[in-house]
C-alpha cells in the first residue's frame, strides 16, 4: 500500500535555481494538496487541486507553481528559489469531503534547504 | 482569516501522567481532524470530529469538539513513552468542500519513563 509516496526525500538548492518536488497518490483520490511546514508554525497551505486539470493558490503560494494533468500526480515547481523556500514541504489527498470530515493522507515529505 | 491556535506549544511529563491539549478559534469549523506526527514522517489521522459537543474515544486518547463547533480538546490518560511526537489539529475551512485544512502550530510531546 504506498498512499501517497514524495521525491526528493531531501534536497540543497542554490539561490536562484528551480526543481520540482514530485508527489503521487494510488489511491484514486480527486483532491490533492501542498503544505509546506515551518518550524512552530504548523502546516500551511501552498496549492491545492479538486481534480484533474483544477488547481487553486493556497495560503502562501507566491514563488510555486503546480499541474494536475492526472489524477494521480501533482507536482511543485520552484522557480528562482529562495532561502524563505527552505521548509519542509508536503502532499496530501483525499476523497472529496463529505459528512464524515476531511480524511487527509500525507507523504514523508521532502525537506528542502536552498542555501 | 480562519486560526486556530493551539496549547501548550510543549509539553514533557512523566510516564503515567494524563494531559490536555487545546486547540481555540473565534471561527466555526465544518470538522475538526487531530493529527500525530513522528520526526521525519508525515502527519498521521488519529481522528475526525464533526458535530458540536462530540466526543470520541480511542484507547487513552478522548477528543472533544466544542458545542459551537469552535474548539477541541486531546485528553491522554495516563501517557506512555509511545505518545511521544508532535500533535497537530487542524479544521476543515469555510464549508470545505474543497477540502483544505487550516492548522494550529503544534504540541510537542514528550512522555520519560
Known amino acids: 500500500n504506498a498512499g501517497v509516496t514524495q521525491t526528493p526525500k531531501f534536497r540543497i538548492l542554490k539561490i536562484g535555481q528551480s526543481m520540482t518536488l514530485q508527489c503521487t497518490q494510488d489511491?484514486?483520490?480527486?483532491?490533492m494538496y501542498w503544505y509546506r511546514q515551518d518550524p512552530g508554525m504548523g502546516l500551511k497551505l501552498i496549492y491545492y487541486?479538486?481534480?484533474?486539470?483544477?488547481?487553486d493558490k493556497g495560503e502562501v503560494p507566491n514563488g510555486y507553481n503546480v499541474s494536475r494533468s492526472t489524477t494521480e500526480d501533482f507536482p511543485l515547481r520552484l522557480e528562482l528559489a529562495a532561502p524563505s523556500q527552505t521548509s519542509v514541504y508536503f502532499c496530501a489527498s483525499n476523497r472529496r469531503p463529505g459528512q464524515g470530515g476531511i480524511e487527509a493522507f500525507f507523504g514523508q515529505g521532502t525537506r528542502l534547504t536552498v542555501v | 482569516t480562519q486560526l486556530l491556535e493551539q496549547s501548550p506549544q510543549f509539553l514533557s511529563i512523566q510516564e503515567g501522567e494524563n494531559l490536555t491539549v487545546y486547540c481555540n478559534s473565534s471561527?466555526?469549523?465544518?470538522?475538526l481532524q487531530w493529527y500525530r506526527q513522528e520526526p521525519g514522517e508525515g502527519p498521521v489521522l488519529l481522528v475526525t470530529?464533526?458535530?458540536?459537543?462530540e466526543v470520541k474515544k480511542l484507547k487513552r486518547l478522548t477528543f472533544q469538539f466544542g458545542d459551537a463547533r469552535k474548539d477541541s480538546s486531546l485528553h491522554i490518560t495516563a501517557a506512555q513513552p509511545g505518545d511521544t511526537g508532535l500533535y497537530l489539529c487542524a479544521g476543515g475551512e469555510g464549508s470545505s468542500n474543497t477540502g483544505k485544512l487550516i492548522f494550529g502550530q503544534g504540541t510537542t510531546l514528550q512522555v520519560k519513563p
Open positions: 487541486s479538486v481534480g484533474a486539470g483544477i488547481t
Open positions: 470530529v464533526v458535530t458540536g459537543g
Open positions: 489511491m484514486n483520490h480527486n483532491y
Open positions: 471561527s466555526v469549523f465544518s470538522s
